[in-house]
């Protein structure tokens, strides 16, 4: 007599299982598969049909050499049953991850009744999970090895990383009060604006800005200036941009020195009614300030600059002198000191000096004059 139990096939049971994208069995609080799916038959090397009413824990450790994933699943089916909540627990083996999902159904008296296993391999998925621990872990040693400011802001323009020298020097903040900070809030008020719209529009558009902002550390007595560097980059599948700054303080000191050195500069040519100009001997090209202009009795930028324009403004009767002199001092590579007279649009002449001193390269060979009239 044959006394193996038979169990009834629900075959709309059977077609809800096959629509599942995960292998799936359903089994009775014994153990005992009453209904599967093809995913998780294959799981098993059998054929569906052959594992209703097989028991799960053995066939894992018959067919599959797993005692201890067959252990693990049977302790957590045991602790479903006795809880009447659903679980899940993860197994690594044959190299694949997988996440089972373990739920009670319950019957009309609500009382357990059956037990509802989902299997997924989750592999990718913690791949992914690590690349991106990983990737987070590199991009956290990359910004703390910078010297400058560095900061990184998610796709809605949020700050989402930093390195020490930001958090402690620009914002003056503790790590869990960075998350709260407002990334453009180091900004002085006057550009806060139009910086925060040039960082958005490097994070919309991909193009890349680099932009010197002027900022207000929260413990400095003066400004600094940066030059912040911004870039789109995808992090975790998200766009996301990076922004890495130098402190170029003292540049801006530098130029803004420069700047009036030169004012004052063309302020006492003014007063002294001088100019200064260059000629590169090389390939015969001059520059000259607007003072000269104004001594030849020429509109500025009226003419382009050129040997020739220098030979016509002279007068004609010192012409030949004049050019024998700048000759004769270019041969010897030594200074020139010529006096000529010009004549202005308006007839008039003027009588100028100009002196010239050498500049010579490294080998000794003359490159250029400067000078003034």
């Known amino acids: 007599m044959d006394t193996t139990p038979h169990y009834q096939v629900n075959e709309q049971v059977i077609a809800l299982l096959e629509s599942l994208p995960d292998a799936a069995v359903i089994v009775n ?64 083996h044959d190299g694949r991850i997988w996440s089972i999902t373990i739920n009670p159904v319950l019957s009309p008296e609500k009382k357990i009744a059956q037990l509802f296993v989902t299997m997924r391999d989750i592999s990718e998925q913690k791949r992914l ?18 010297p400058g400011f560095a900061i990184i802001l998610d796709n809605d323009g949020r700050l989402i990383g930093w390195n020490p020298y930001t958090r402690d020097i620009i914002f003056g903040k503790t790590e869990d009060e960075m998350h709260h900070v407002d990334p453009f809030s180091f900004v002085c008020p006057d550009n806060m604006v139009s910086v925060r719209k040039k960082f958005l529009t490097t994070l919309r558009s991909g193009c890349e800005k680099s932009v010197e902002i002027k900022i207000i550390p929260q413990f400095g007595e003066h400004a600094l200036w940066l030059l912040i560097h911004a870039k789109q980059v995808i992090i975790d599948g998200k766009t996301s941009i990076v922004a890495v700054g130098i402190n170029i303080t003292e540049r801006k000191r530098v130029e803004h020195e420069l700047v009036e050195s030169k004012k004052r500069f063309n302020y006492a040519l003014e007063a002294a009614r001088s100019g200064i100009w260059e000629w590169n001997v090389a390939n015969d090209t001059i520059s000259w300030s607007d003072q000269v202009w104004a001594l030849y009795g020429l509109p500025v930028n009226s003419a382009a600059l050129s040997h020739n324009l220098c030979v016509t403004t002279v007068h004609p009767e010192d012409r030949e002198i004049t050019s024998q002199i700048v000759r004769e001092a270019v041969a010897q590579g030594s200074a020139a000191s010529p006096e000529y007279r010009v004549c202005h649009p308006d007839g008039s002449v003027r009588w100028l000096i100009s002196r010239g001193m050498p500049l010579h390269d490294d080998d000794g060979q003359l490159i250029r004059y400067i000078g003034t009239i």
Not at 65 to 89: L, M, N
């Open 129 to 146: 999970e690590t690349q991106s621990r990983q990737t987070v872990a590199l991009h956290k040693t990359l910004l703390e090895t910078i």
């Open 29 to 92: 609080l014994k153990g005992a598969i009453l209904h599967t799916n093809t995913l998780f038959a294959n799981q098993l090397g059998r054929q569906r049909q052959e594992c209703v009413g097989a028991l799960v824990e053995t066939l894992l450790a018959t067919d599959q050499h797993v005692h201890e994933f067959a252990e693990r699943w049977k302790k957590t089916c045991d602790e479903v049953i006795c809880t009447e909540k659903g679980t899940f627990f993860e197994d690594e």
